[in-house]
């Protein structure tokens, strides 16, 4: 059975500060998936990683992907307000089981 | 291009009620998902489809049904509405292979009073 969690599930941080969100799953997957969410709102995709030693960037986000330590990472850079909202992780199965399991997501606070 | 669009997008039931939830994509997607999420608990998968005519169980698969009968739609039923499944229900659809996300509706918000 598939496991994902994140950590942390709290994140509060200063305008322009670094931090990093942590995605570990348990089992063989066949790719994975970060998402944002705002209150009330559906989930945004941020990126789709496939293959071991994936990153990818866009604005002050930056994702990475280690396969054999089944661990992705979320990097922010110098995080802006317009940055919070929560993120999510999500790892489809390989094998012929295609499920996609979310973590339980990470509610990231910017302050000024 | 509409893209995933989930029917009803608010929803009052009374305990005992059924109601069926509809997903509707227009991406020819292979695969299609239904969650609910709460407070806390992120996204829990609650039954999911690899093909036309094909569902399996997802991780709280328990007093729902499903059915696939067009690779487009994907219908989530509740034969008798409980108060725990007050939720946001959350449809996605996604190629089987490909570098491109899985797609999300904009949630359906059912109260079971």
């Known amino acids: 059975e598939l496991k994902v969690e994140q950590n942390p599930l709290f994140l509060s941080m200063q305008e322009g500060k670094n931090y990093t969100i942590y995605c570990n799953y348990s089992t063989t997957s066949d790719r994975l998936y970060w998402y944002r969410q705002d209150p009330g709102k559906s989930l945004e995709s941020l990126f789709v990683l496939l293959s071991n030693g994936a990153v990818k960037q866009e604005g002050r986000l930056m994702a990475s992907l280690d396969t054999k330590a089944r661990l992705s990472t979320l990097h922010i850079t110098a995080a802006v307000h317009d940055l919070s909202a929560t993120y999510f992780c999500?790892?489809?199965?390989?094998?012929?089981?295609?499920?996609?399991?979310f973590g339980k997501g990470t509610l990231l606070t910017v302050n000024p | 291009n509409a893209g995933v669009t989930q029917t009803p997008k608010f929803r009052v039931l009374k305990t005992g009620q059924s109601m069926t939830l509809l997903c509707a994509q227009d991406m020819n997607h292979e695969y299609m998902y239904w969650y609910r999420q709460d407070p806390g608990m992120g996204l829990r998968l609650i039954h999911y489809?690899?093909?036309?005519?094909?569902?399996a169980k997802g991780e709280v698969p328990d007093g729902y049904n499903v059915s696939r009968l067009k690779k487009q739609n994907f219908l989530l039923g509740l034969e008798s509405a409980a108060p725990s499944q007050t939720s946001v229900y959350f449809c996605?659809?996604?190629?089987?292979?490909?570098?491109?996300?899985?797609?999300f509706g904009q949630g359906t918000r059912l109260t079971v009073v």
């Open positions: 999500a790892v489809r199965s390989g094998g012929s089981n295609y499920k996609l399991t």
């Open positions: 996605a659809s996604s190629y089987a292979t490909g570098h491109t996300e899985a797609f």
């Open positions: 489809s690899v093909g036309e005519g094909t569902t």
